[in-house]
């Protein structure tokens, strides 16, 4: 039979103290290491990482969103299921996408919690059932962002600030001729694709965007037009001989 570590990272001594009992009737669990805090989580594993770690979101000090980073962060390797009481949209999310293999929340029923963990040893995801489903729908309702690389979100976030094509050019170190590349990129996704609409903000941020450009354009016109007619307005005799 696999038998498998586990630590248990919770800031309430009771939750600890009754998890772990729970996990010690469970022959897989064979050995049951308990931490009160984030840094005491770290420091543990770094001495001695085990095969799963089941992880509080709120805690004191480092909370369970910083403590993932950082043992991810640290190339820990370990099995890390969070268990926590927040049911938030905001914080399922974050913890997703930190790396976690598991999302749990407390009021799950203990032999629920236990198929579950023991599931995520298998190599699956251990969700509860709630969160599995605002994982599912928010899987069927993707953000249209997400359709945008790492450099059109960097100029997306510029132009929501104001900056024209040449300030936005200098801020992220490329061409002005880059930057309005990728606007018209992403004028032409909010605009001619119906199957890919950007947000409202986006698409407002990106129209800002483009009469900045038209704006900029005249400006450069304006100028070329004023030397043009300053060479033919000028007086020949004020030309000096070479």
């Known amino acids: 039979m696999t ?6 990272v919770d800031d309430h001594p009771l939750m600890r103290k009754g998890l772990s009992q729970l996990l010690k009737f469970e022959p897989e669990f064979a050995a049951v290491n308990e931490a009160s805090s984030g840094a005491d989580a770290i420091a543990e594993v770094a001495r001695h990482e085990p095969d799963l770690i089941i992880l509080d979101l709120n805690m004191k000090g480092l909370s369970g969103l910083d403590t993932l980073r950082a043992l991810r962060n640290e190339g820990c390797t370990s099995v890390i299921v ?3 009481v927040s049911d938030s949209p905001n914080d399922i999310h974050a913890i997703v996408q930190a790396g976690a293999d598991g999302y749990l929340l407390k009021d799950s029923e203990p032999e629920e919690l236990v198929e579950q963990l023991k599931l ?15 994982l599912e729908q928010s899987r069927d309702q993707a953000s249209p962002l997400s359709v945008l690389t790492e450099r059109e979100r960097q100029i997306l976030q510029q132009v929501a600030k104001g900056l024209r094509n040449r300030q936005i050019a200098e801020s992220l170190y490329i061409s002005e001729a880059t930057v309005k590349v990728h606007l018209k990129n992403l004028l032409k996704n ?42 033919i307005s000028k007086p020949p005799f004020l030309y000096h001989r070479k």
């Open 190 to 231: 909010s605009g001619s694709n119906p199957v890919l609409p950007l947000p409202c903000s986006t698409l407002s941020m990106s129209q800002t965007a483009k009469k900045q450009e038209e704006q900029e354009e005249q400006e450069e016109q304006k100028k070329v037009w004023k030397k043009k007619a300053a060479c």
């Open 82 to 84: 969070i268990l926590t």
């Open 120 to 134: 995520a040893m298998t190599g699956q995801k251990a969700y509860s059932e709630q969160v599995r489903a605002y």
């Open 3 to 8: 038998t498998w570590t586990v630590l248990l």
